[in-house]
């Protein structure tokens, strides 16, 4: 059975600082996404990793994948309040039937 | 946005009755899903379809059945509601490219 477990599940942050979220996952795949949700809102897209080491940039955030050992990361760069949200990993079964991390709620206080 | 749209964004309905939510697209993509979201768990998939009348389960997809009778939409199914099934339901499409595409959430509460 695949699991996905993202870490840290809360994470408040002051401005400026940088801090890295860890998805880990349980067997073996080569697509997987970043995706972030307001509270009340959809999921928007962010990064999409297709290959053993693959990095993505784009903006303050940077997301990247080891297949090997089976963990995407994305990190943050000098937090700004508007990151606030939370981010999910996902991880492909297969036609884009994804296994959800169970989210990071990420607060970047002023 | 893609295309998705759908309905209702809200509802509140009584343990035992059924309800169907429906997800519609304009994208023409091939592939929808149904998830529902709670916390601690992410998303989970309740069910998928391929393409019309092609449609297979996820893995909570027990109580939940499904329908697409046209490319564009795709119908979620509570057969008889229970205050489990209380939860927000995304649906999502896919053509083939990397990722998939979600709408803005369905708010079910069964009281």
């Known amino acids: 059975e695949l699991k996905v477990e993202q870490n840290p599940l809360f994470l408040s942050m002051q401005e400026g600082k940088n801090y890295t979220i860890y998805c880990n996952y349980s067997t073996t795949s080569d697509r997987l996404y970043w995706y972030r949700q307001d509270p009340g809102k959809s999921l928007e897209s962010l990064f999409v990793?297709?290959?053993?080491?693959a990095v993505k940039q784009e903006g303050r955030l940077m997301a990247s994948l080891d297949t090997k050992a089976r963990l995407s990361t994305l990190h943050i760069t000098a937090a700004v309040h508007d990151l606030s949200a939370t981010y999910f990993c996902?991880?492909?079964?297969?036609?884009?039937?994804?296994?959800f991390g169970t989210g990071t709620r990420l607060k970047v206080l002023a | 946005d893609a295309g998705i749209t759908q309905s209702p964004r809200h509802k509140v309905t009584e343990t035992g009755t059924p309800v169907t939510l429906r997800c519609h697209q304009t994208?023409?993509?091939?592939?929808m899903y149904w998830y529902r979201q709670d916390p601690g768990h992410g998303l989970r998939l309740i069910h998928y379809?391929?393409?019309?009348?092609?449609?297979d389960k996820g893995e909570v997809s027990d109580g939940y059945s499904v329908s697409r009778s046209k490319t564009e939409d795709f119908l979620l199914t509570l057969e008889s509601a229970t205050s489990s099934q209380t939860s927000v339901y995304f649906c999502?499409?896919?053509?083939?490219?990397?990722?998939?595409?979600f709408g803005q959430g369905t708010r079910l509460t069964v009281v």
């Open positions: 990793l297709l290959s053993n080491g």
């Open positions: 994208e023409n993509h091939r592939y």
């Open positions: 999502a499409i896919s053509n083939g490219q990397p990722e998939a595409f």
């Open positions: 379809s391929y393409g019309v009348k092609d449609t």
């Open positions: 996902a991880v492909d079964r297969g036609t884009y039937k994804y296994i």
